[in-house]
């Protein structure tokens, strides 16, 4: 279904189609070129991060970060119940096993509840910045800390949010905060992690290339057209984090005293924007007759079928899922699209 008002946009009216016009006419389209570097530099830069490794995915990245570190099989990392699902499957696809911890109020890892998952396998914490609400990663970092343990950060979700963990892990999908339509990068400070990731996302090949791979790896490398509308993209960060702070406002606004509407926690950056509905299935059928799309939060990992785990309606990220949805986000809204999608929201709960 094609919807006027869709949940998500990409914003591509800065450079990026000049930079892939000239990555084609420079015939440098593939993993190799020039504009690969320059978007690794450019989103380093911009996150005060001394390396970037861009790859095909944000699953990718995060693959390649729990490689990088050595996970694999017979460790535990520990991971967010609420969260997308790619966060456990990069933890089961090196073999290594996720240990689920429940959210807190803004729908972050509670804290306090990770030390108590903690065991002499655990190897990783991956804290994930949902909806563009920074962890506390003060806390997380001091856990890691005391238990002499790495932090992969799952920054998809928050581009602009400054990164502090051994490895930043970012999604550059369609509907994220800045794209290249599918794509990935990782962030860190460490040289030689920065090696490692380069040389997983490139199959493991020597610097002979002679075809003799001592690891197994992947092939997990951007394209350099990829790279190009990324670079386009960063270019503007800062200005579509500000629309996108308009945005929110606007919403939290116009929605602030409706009844059945329960509002979020202020977000560092606004990724999507989350709320609480009474009667949600009614009210996203009703929105969807006005072409509004909406979308769903994230259900628990414990409730995912290859992570089942029987306590999974107790858990507080299951009553989230059970009445959470979000909004269109994107930096095409006008004022009069949210005054459009916020009027409808007051009507179908009968506030004038």
Known sequence: ??????????????????????TVEDGWISSQGPMIQRFERAFAD???VAHGVACSSGTAALTLALRALGIGPGDEVIVPEFTMIACAWAVTYTGATPVFVDCADDL??????????ITARTKAIMPVHIYGRRCDMDAIMDIAYQYNLRVVEDCAEA??????????????????????????ICL????????????LRAMAFTKEHNFLHKKVAYNYRMTAMQAAVALGQVERLDEILATRRTIEKRYDEGLADVPGITLMPPRDVLWMY????????????FLADQSIETRLFFKPMSR???????????LKANDFAEDGLYLPTHTGLTAADQDFVIGRIRAFYGVG
């Open 1 to 22: 279904m094609s919807f006027t008002y869709p949940v998500s946009r990409p914003a591509l009216d800065g450079r990026e189609l000049e930079y892939v016009t000239a």
């Open 46 to 48: 911009y996150n005060a």
């Open 108 to 117: 972050n890892i509670d804290v306090t509840r990770i030390e108590e998952k």
């Open 159 to 184: 581009h602009g949010v400054r990164p502090v963990a051994d490895i930043a892990c970012y999604s550059l999908f369609a509907n994220k905060i800045i794209t290249s339509g599918e794509g990935g």
């Open 188 to 199: 860190t400070d460490d040289p030689r992690l920065a090696g490692q990731l380069e040389h």
């Open 274 to 285: 989350d709320l609480r509905a009474e009667r949600r299935e009614e009210l996203r059928a």
């Open 304 to 314: 995912q079928p290859m992570y089942l785990h029987p306590d999974w309606p107790s």
